[in-house]
Every structure is written in structure tokens, then in C-alpha cells.
Nanobody, 114 residues
Framework: QVQLVESGGGLVQPGGSLRLSCGAPGSIFDTYTMGWYRHVPGKQRDLVAAITTGSTTNYADSVKGRFTISRDNAKSTVYLQMNSLKPEDTAVYYC????????WGQGTHVTVSS
């Protein structure tokens, strides 16, 4: 069973920042595209950002210019730096590894509220 371990969620005021982290086994991290989805209850799960093994990135239009995804190959960890957070960013964020099948993290809550 592959385990992706997430951390970094929490409560932040609008305009604030958070950084999410997701660690994976090296055998997975080295060959899988990594990224994040988010889910709001009652809505579909949406892709937020992804990064390939070659560090090509893509982002949802709603987060472009505010979120940055990166990967540290030495630590087998992917990061999601979230700046200028908005209330509509409130969701459970799930880390994934894809090649092409998915492995998932346990989810971390992000709440943006004053």
C-alpha cells in the first residue's frame, strides 16, 4: 500500500498564505506526476496543480498567479505554496501521484476565513 503523507493545512485569513507538503516513497516520487486536487462537499473534486517528473507544471485557472507547485527530489516531497488566499479556496486538499493510476494522500483541510 503506497502512502502519501500530507501536512500544512489550517485556518488562514483572506490574503494570507499556506504551504502544503506531500511526501511519497522514492520509488513512486521518481516516476510519477505529483499534484493536488481539492474538494468542497457537494461539489466535484477539482485539479489544483500538477508537476511532472521533468518539472512541467499546470494549474487550474482559478489559482494561476497565486499558487506555486514544486518538487524536491532529494526529499521525495512536493509542495504547494498558496498565496493571496481567498475564501473560495476553502476545501480539503488531496495530494496525488499519477502514472497513470492514482495514489492519494489522506487530505488536509484548508479554511480561508476572517
Amino acid at each position: 500500500q503506497v502512502q502519501l503523507v500530507e501536512s500544512g493545512g489550517g485556518l488562514v485569513q483572506p490574503g494570507g498564505s499556506l504551504r502544503l507538503s506531500c511526501g511519497a516513497p522514492g520509488s513512486i516520487f521518481d516516476t510519477y506526476t505529483m499534484g493536488w486536487y481539492r474538494h468542497v462537499p457537494g461539489k466535484q473534486r477539482d485539479l489544483v496543480a500538477a508537476i511532472t517528473t521533468g518539472s512541467t507544471t499546470n494549474y487550474a485557472d482559478s489559482v494561476k498567479g497565486r499558487f506555486t507547485i514544486s518538487r524536491d527530489n532529494a526529499k521525495s516531497t512536493v509542495y504547494l505554496q498558496m498565496n493571496s488566499l481567498k475564501p473560495e479556496d476553502t476545501a480539503v486538499y488531496y495530494c496525488f501521484a499519477r502514472n497513470p493510476y492514482y495514489y492519494w494522500g489522506q487530505g488536509t483541510h484548508v479554511t480561508v476565513s476572517s
